[in-house]
Structures are given as structure tokens and as C-alpha cells.
């Protein structure tokens, strides 16, 4: 089997404190060799970069997720760029639109959305976006900030949406929901696209498989996923391994 990369894995999350050895030994034994891990706040990249300094397989990003959204202030910003410049991490993120659940405010997320862009721009990195019930949104502001290039993790859109972002030069990342039979449009999508624009993550501890439904996810469960585009593709597991290694590596400048 070709090496795999889990190209969205929150490893520094608390549900990994108790084991994370053995889950980083059970990755490794399922050939999952690397991992991106993007951060959510301010107050987890000390974590987060302790946990990734534990292994040469872990690759940290720093970024603001949409979620947090009290947790962020203007000096995050300032600050992160800080920390990109001195800790020289793989991506921008995990950063983003989330126009799904109640009470976030637009406007807010789109003033840190936009000022991380410019901050993956202005470093020439590739940015992990989180885009539920944003697709459209997310378009629009890479096309404004312009000269970026990145994933969408957990792509849940259209397939012309997914179009558009790979003209702008964006990779899509599917995890556990394809495994579910139901995700009819989501499976269509990964049985025709390129592969040249897929990347394979799993989002752990979060969007446990169909096979461990309602369970706490870990990064050697890429496996499932691996499996199943495959066999919705119609081709051998170690053609879509080898292609989204190859697409990991290309955008994460792993090599």
C-alpha cells in the first residue's frame, strides 16, 4: 500500500490526551505516515505545536475556526502571523464560513476569514477552509483575496461548486461522510472527479465512518475512506492512495 496522509486530523484535541501514542502507532500501522493538523484557536497552538514536535509525521497549521468565533479578537490576527513567521507551518488554518449554526455572525466570520487569506497569501501558504452552508461565501472571498490555493475540508457542496474552487486552484478533502450510503450527491462526486483535486482526511476525533457511527474517530480510519471512493471509483485502493499522497505532499509542500 501506498503511504497515506490524513490531510485533516485534530490530534492536539483533549479526546486524545489519554492515548494518543497508541493512536498515532495504530496510524502508522494502517500507513497513514502523515498528518496535518490545524489548529481551531489562539489558545490551542502551544498544544498543537507540542503535539506535532512528538512525531516528524505531524504537521501543524495555525488558523481561527469560524465556530470560536467569541474567542477571537483582532490581536489573534497580529499574532498569528507571528506565529507563522517564526514556526514556519504547512498551512493556514483551519479557517472558514459557517453559515449553519444559529448565532454566529456573518459579518464577524467574514472579517477573520478574510484577514487569515491575506495572511495565507502574504506567506505564499496553502489555507484548510471549513465551508458548511458556505460554499457560495467561501468562493467569493478567495476570488476577492486572490493568489490563494488550499482544500476545503469536508466538502459537502455541488459538483459545480466543487468546479469552481478547482479553478481556483483549491483541492476538495472527503472523509467519513462518503462512507455513508446515503450521501448520494457527496458519493457521485467522489466516484467522477479528478483525483487530481482529492485529498483523503478524517477530521478525527470528529465524522466518525459509517463503520464506527456515533464512535470517537482517529486517523487510522482513513482506511474506510480509502475503500470506498475506491470502490465507488471502480479502480484498486492503491491508485487513490498514490494520488492523493501525491496531491498532499504537492500542496502541503511535504517533500
Not at 24 to 33: K, L, N, Q
Request: aromatic share 6%; glycine share 8%.
Amino acid at each position: 500500500m501506498h503511504p497515506l496522509v490524513d490531510t485533516h486530523c485534530h490530534l492536539d484535541d483533549g479526546e486524545f490526551d489519554r492515548d494518543r501514542d497508541e493512536v498515532i502507532a495504530r496510524a502508522r500501522e494502517a500507513g497513514v505516515r502523515r498528518q496535518i493538523v490545524p489548529a481551531i484557536d489562539a489558545a490551542s497552538w502551544p498544544k498543537l505545536r507540542e503535539v506535532c514536535a512528538q512525531d516528524e509525521g505531524l504537521h501543524p497549521a495555525y488558523g481561527l475556526h469560524p465556530l470560536l468565533l467569541d474567542r477571537h479578537t483582532d490581536a489573534h490576527l497580529d499574532e498569528l502571523r507571528g506565529w507563522i513567521e517564526r514556526e514556519r507551518p504547512v498551512a493556514v488554518g483551519e479557517c472558514g464560513l459557517d453559515y449553519f449554526i444559529e448565532g454566529l455572525d456573518p459579518g464577524r466570520q467574514q472579517h477573520y476569514f478574510d484577514g487569515q487569506l491575506k495572511i495565507a497569501r502574504d506567506f505564499d501558504l496553502p489555507v484548510i477552509v471549513h465551508a458548511r452552508r458556505a460554499v457560495d461565501a467561501v468562493i467569493a472571498s478567495i476570488r476577492r483575496v486572490g493568489g490563494l490555493r488550499g482544500v476545503v475540508h469536508s466538502f459537502s457542496g455541488s459538483e459545480e461548486q466543487a468546479r469552481q474552487l478547482w479553478k481556483q486552484g483549491f483541492l476538495l478533502g472527503l472523509g467519513g461522510p462518503v462512507t455513508y450510503d446515503r450521501a448520494n450527491r457527496l458519493r457521485r462526486l467522489a466516484a467522477s472527479m479528478p483525483l487530481e483535486f482529492l485529498l483523503l482526511e478524517t477530521d478525527a476525533p470528529d465524522q466518525p465512518d459509517s463503520g464506527i457511527r456515533g464512535q470517537r474517530n482517529e486517523p487510522a480510519r482513513i482506511t474506510r475512506v480509502l475503500e470506498t471512493i475506491a470502490e465507488l471509483r471502480g479502480v484498486d485502493t492503491a491508485e487513490v492512495a498514490r494520488a492523493t499522497c501525491v496531491n498532499a505532499e504537492r500542496l502541503f509542500a511535504l517533500n
